[in-house]
């Protein structure tokens, strides 16, 4: 299609497109053609805003989830793939309701938040005292005495990937005890007096209600046990499972012209927690993904195929990044990408490698590729890339995370503060910009820069 062709074409579809090019760009001319389709930033702004405010929180099982699921196909229509699909998936649901803790005897009001997966108090409020902990060690050694108390992890944040586990795990364990309620310090390295949600998983156990505490609560109730006062609360949660689900993954494709079998996904996940408006976890992660893509396809045909996935279900159980690889079998996915770890700014790629058979990390084979693009002019280090296109890269697929400053990210992370005025639009743009250059790489370079 001659260029004028593809522009009228472009304009007929509505599309925002600032670089009609309809034959593939010289490697010379792709940085400068970068810059200018990233410095249009209009379209990809408004998106997110409309996400973020028109929208709002998006967890799975919701009216709002559904709705952005449906715009994003839609606005994807216009946006100049060859397909854009709402792949459905099975996921679990669950419902906060209300949630009131409070201190006895007088009552005083704590600011919680329960966790994914909590049970509720359905035949009302229960008092029980609590017992802190401060590792899975202490509350091993305490056996069964802590069998119908509270038992609270109040575990200072060290990394996310870390002390994580206190919130994933910590109330499976608690329950294995014969605890009947769960206290979490908010997994964060400061407070501004701010709980913060995410996902608790109880297996087979039978959930028992699992709060989140802010880290100024956490610290009081271990303070009172050291001082041998007795901490007596009353839980009072109307959370509880909506079972399963029907939610979808969003997939729009740009075909190669050369290897259109070999596929390069770009991807983050458009649930999110039901508090807050999902603006940095992982609205701007969406709107990264997106753009940079749809940065990507306005420059002309690439040799490889560019998908982007918006993946549902990230939060509450991953069911949309498992699901993605059984749906697509026969594919070659010869790269993931992925933004989740906020909206800060960002100086490279984290990279991650799987050796597909043994299902170990492969530092080899990461190094091998950090080498490649800092040759080609990126940033990258060895690390985990991101949970959706985690079961993508057990496969044996590269995976690269679009590596962000957190130090903004986690304070607010899960919390009521996750809101668009967080987002610096100069800094996405940014992002954007970085990322639509290490997918024109990904999808251009040679077989063996991929092996
Ligand atoms: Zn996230």
Redesign the pocket.
Known sequence: MPPRTALLALLALGCHSRVPVATAAAPEEIPALLDAAAADDELAWQRLTHLCDDIGHRITGSDTLTQAIEWSVSELEQDGFDSVTAEPVQAEGWVRGHERVSVLPDNRLLNVLALGNSAGTPDGPIDVDVVVVTSFDELTALGDSVAGKAVLFNVPFTTYGETVAYRVAGPRLAAEQGAVVALVRSIAPVSLNTPHTGVTNFDETPPIPAVALTLEDAEWMHRRQRDGVAVRIRVDLGAHSIGTVETANVVAEKRGVEFPEQVVVVG??LD?WDVGQGAQ??GA?CLLAWEAARDVISLGPSKRTLRLVLYTN??SGLAGGSAYPGAHPSDRHVAAVES??GAGPATGFRVHAVDSTSGDTDPERAARFIARLTDSDFTARENYAG?DISPLVKTGTIGFGVDHDTTNYWPI?HTRADTLEKIDRQVLQDNVRLTAGLLMWLLNTDDEQLE
Do not use: L
């Open positions: 983050c996940h999110s976890d992982d992660g990230e939060e989740d770890t949970s992370h």
